[in-house]
């Protein structure tokens, strides 16, 4: 268990050392940091924003001498950015996962790795884990962003609701890297990687209309894989078992699909 451990920290501090040194991380950093700052920016602050929505409902609220329950600033904030954040992962993740195994096969080292002494899996989790981490570090300073407007929000704000909401934010995360790392490991094209894993990633999210069209219990079935869906219960404040388990095997399948295509890939060299 230890030597496992250890190949998957090895490989872990290996994939997180590229981000660091690569332009196009940076790259993706700085265009998604623009764009989730000016979400930030126009859900907060803008002419059709929440202060914005809020101020014009109170003063109508005094025209008609009616009054009005109270709205939940904070809760109404975070989840509308967090669902902005969600569409956000569509585009920038396919980007981050595309060279995860493609530029493993396009520099000749994908074969090292397969037939190294280290197990596919513990690969392909170190990679996960690394490219994951490189995620977390994007959005933590719009953490820090969030923090600052709640802190100011009088009465406070209930904590449990942003931290679910950015929780399922993660597994969301780790399950579109997870299943882009597959589709990663079966071309030695970026591009193509990144195109095959948002056109998965889409139908994934959009499933849930398809399966209102068909209905009945296959329906019922197909509406449950979706990622919308759960990721929306999430960032509501809703927390399911059944969300928890749906993210975690996404995640596990693209783990598992991942080290079969690797071992389909080492026994065709043999």
Same mark, same amino acid.
């Given at each position: ?40 920016? %126009? ?15 109170? %003063? ?81 300073? %719009? ?33 579109? %890297? ?93």
């Amino acid at each position: 268990m230890g030597v496992v451990l250890g190949n998957i920290i090895a490989i872990y501090r290996r994939e997180l050392q590229t981000y660091f040194v690569s332009p196009l991380a940076y790259a993706i950093a700085g265009i998604f940091w623009f764009l989730a700052g000016l979400f930030f920016v %126009l859900i907060l602050l803008g002419p059709d924003g929440i202060l914005a929505a809020v101020a014009n409902y109170e %003063l109508q609220a005094q025209r008609t001498g009616i009054a009005i329950p109270a709205i939940d600033v904070p809760y109404e904030f975070v989840k509308a950015f967090l669902d902005r954040m969600g569409w956000l992962l569509l585009f920038v993740l396919p980007i981050l996962s595309m060279g995860l195994y493609a530029e493993e096969r396009k520099r000749g080292t994908l074969e090292l790795l397969a037939t190294s002494p280290i197990t596919n899996w513990a690969v392909a989790v170190g990679k996960l884990l690394g490219v994951l981490t490189f995620f977390v570090t994007l959005i933590l300073p %719009l953490m820090v962003l969030e923090a600052v407007v709640l802190s100011a929000s009088q009465p406070s704000a209930n904590l449990a609701i942003p931290l679910l909401g950015h929780f399922g934010l993660l597994l969301l995360a780790a399950s579109i %890297l997870s299943l882009g790392m597959f589709i990663s490991s079966l071309t030695n094209s970026t591009i193509l990687s990144a195109v095959l894993t948002f056109a998965v990633i889409l139908m994934l999210l959009f499933i849930d209309l398809v399966a209102k069209f068909i209905g009945g219990p296959i329906g019922a079935v197909l509406g449950h894989l979706s990622l919308l869906q759960h990721y929306n219960n999430m960032i509501q404040g809703i927390f399911d078992t059944s969300s928890l388990i749906l993210f975690l095997s996404y995640i596990i399948l693209g783990i598992f699909l991942t080290a079969q295509s690797i071992d389909a890939f080492r026994f065709q060299r043999q």
